[in-house]
């Protein structure tokens, strides 16, 4: 079977980073972007991979403020 | 392509002003998943309480009302009363339920009345500062405890599942947590079964969320949630404590 692939989506303004979805992913590729200040000025977390996302979801259902979409490919 | 995950359509596209981290936000997303799942959005009623999440009713996308401190099942009592058609859920944290709702959360079980009450137990008064909650564990430092709570003074914490699970009109108790994946999934489902227990007309149900409070607690959102597991827990232990369909 082949892995499954996800794309995945975070609307940046909508997130407080409290950093909860960095912990849950099983690939690790969720973290904070210190880099960046959002629209209600916390730093968002953000993706460093996307391409290695499984679509587990994991993340989505930790995240407390409905930032996530995520979609599987195939 | 598949959605896997995306905004349900039991919440409202404001967002939510609690603070980074707090765990009400994904219990406001289980309970709205539910009512969409279960194709009740436009049948249910619910009661929002007095504390943090006072502020429900915008961002749940049902009919909502506002009830005074602590008497939300006494105000969905009426409103399922008078429309007992209506799926009627409370949503309630620990200042709210397991202290000066008391008598309200007693009774409303003791009459079997076939509502759904979300208990979110942070252990702590989140909305007014901090203060100590009859939940709130022993030694835990709050602005009204701050040498930590002791029993000899001010009792060991309330556990409202058990208390709630001796009475005969309740049939429906259940304690999960939040704090990681797998719990929020028994969350859900346990959620859901209470819904299932209100539209098979069984009687009173109710699902107590162990929940987190970052910015009272004087922790950052991550540690709270290994607070609940190391602290929380072992105190209020998770589980069903009546079902009616076990004791069928």
Request: net charge neutral; proline share 5%; glycine share 8%.
């Amino acid at each position: 079977m082949a892995k499954a692939r996800g794309n995945v989506f975070f609307d940046n303004d909508r997130c407080k980073g409290c950093e909860l979805c960095t912990t849950v992913c099983p690939v690790d590729i969720i973290t904070i972007d210190r880099n960046t200040i959002n629209k209600k000025g916390y730093h968002p977390a953000h993706v460093t991979q996307p391409e290695k996302c499984i679509a587990c979801g994991n993340c989505a259902l930790v995240c407390p403020d409905l930032v996530i979409t995520i979609e599987r490919v195939a | 392509m598949s959605v896997v995950f995306e905004k349900t359509k039991g919440l409202t596209e404001k967002e939510f002003h609690y603070c980074p981290g707090c765990t009400h936000g994904i219990i406001h997303r289980l309970v709205a998943e539910v009512l969409e799942e279960m194709d009740l959005l436009g049948d249910a009623i619910g009661v929002a309480p007095v504390g943090c999440a006072v502020l429900a009713y915008d961002y749940f996308n049902c009919d909502m009302h506002e009830a005074a401190h602590g008497r939300a099942p006494a105000v969905a009592t009426g409103v399922k009363r008078a429309l007992p058609e209506k799926t009627v859920f409370a949503y309630q944290g620990d200042g709210d339920l397991a202290s000066i709702g008391t008598a309200e959360i007693v009774h409303a079980a003791h009459r079997g009345e076939n509502i759904t009450v979300i208990f979110v137990n942070n252990a702590i008064y989140g909305m007014t500062g901090g203060q100590m909650a009859p939940t709130t564990m022993i030694g835990q430092r709050t602005t009204t405890s701050p040498f930590g709570r002791n029993a000899e003074q001010t009792g060991a914490p309330i556990r409202i599942a058990e208390m709630l699970a001796t009475i005969e009109g309740a049939s429906f108790i259940e304690r999960t947590s939040v704090h990681n994946p797998v719990h929020i999934r028994k969350a859900k489902k346990a959620i859901r079964t209470a819904f299932e227990c209100q539209q098979n007309r069984k009687g009173f149900s109710m699902v107590e969320v162990l929940s987190t409070c970052p910015t009272n607690w004087g922790m950052s959102p991550l540690a709270s949630l290994g607070w609940v597991a190391e602290n929380m827990i072992p105190y209020y232990p998770l589980g069903n404590f009546r079902n009616p369909d076990k004791e069928a």
